[in-house]
C-alpha cells in the first residue's frame, strides 16, 4: 500500500522559513517524481514545484520560484520543500504526490497524501 506523509506545517511570520517534508512508503518501481502542491478553501489545487526522484531535475510555480526549492534523500524516501520568504499569499494546505515521470511533465500524480497546513501571518 502506498502512503505519503506530509508534515513540517505550521504558523510562521512573514518573511520566516519553513521546511516541508513528505515520506513515501509502499512506491513501486517506475514512480519516479514527486511534486508539491498547494490549495486554499474554495480555490483549485495549485503546482508547486516538482521534482524527478533518479535525476533530481526540478521545477516550480513562477510564484514560488527563486524562494522555495525542492530536493529528495533517495535513502530515505523523503521530499522536501524549503520555504523561504514566505508571504501571507502562501497560506494554504500543502500536498505531496507520487507519479511517474510523466507526472513530472502534466501534473497528473498517482498518489496522493494528507495535507500540512501553513499559515503565513502579515
Known amino acids: 500500500q502506498v502512503q505519503l506523509v506530509a508534515s513540517g506545517g505550521g504558523l510562521v511570520q512573514a518573511g520566516g522559513s519553513l521546511r516541508l517534508s513528505c515520506t513515501t512508503s509502499g512506491i513501486t518501481f517506475g514512480h519516479h517524481a514527486r511534486g508539491w502542491f498547494r490549495q486554499t478553501t474554495g480555490k483549485e489545487r495549485e503546482f508547486v514545484a516538482a521534482i524527478t526522484w533518479s535525476g533530481g531535475n526540478t521545477r516550480y510555480a513562477d510564484s514560488v520560484k527563486d524562494r522555495f526549492t525542492i530536493s529528495r534523500d533517495n535513502k530515505k524516501d523523503t521530499v522536501y520543500l524549503q520555504m523561504t520568504n514566505l508571504e501571507p499569499e502562501d497560506t494554504a494546505t500543502y500536498s505531496c504526490?507520487?507519479?511517474?515521470?510523466?507526472?513530472?511533465?502534466?501534473?497528473?500524480?498517482?498518489?496522493w497524501g494528507q495535507g500540512t497546513q501553513v499559515t503565513v501571518s502579515s
Open positions: 504526490a507520487a507519479g511517474s515521470l510523466r507526472s513530472y511533465y502534466d501534473q497528473e500524480y498517482d498518489y
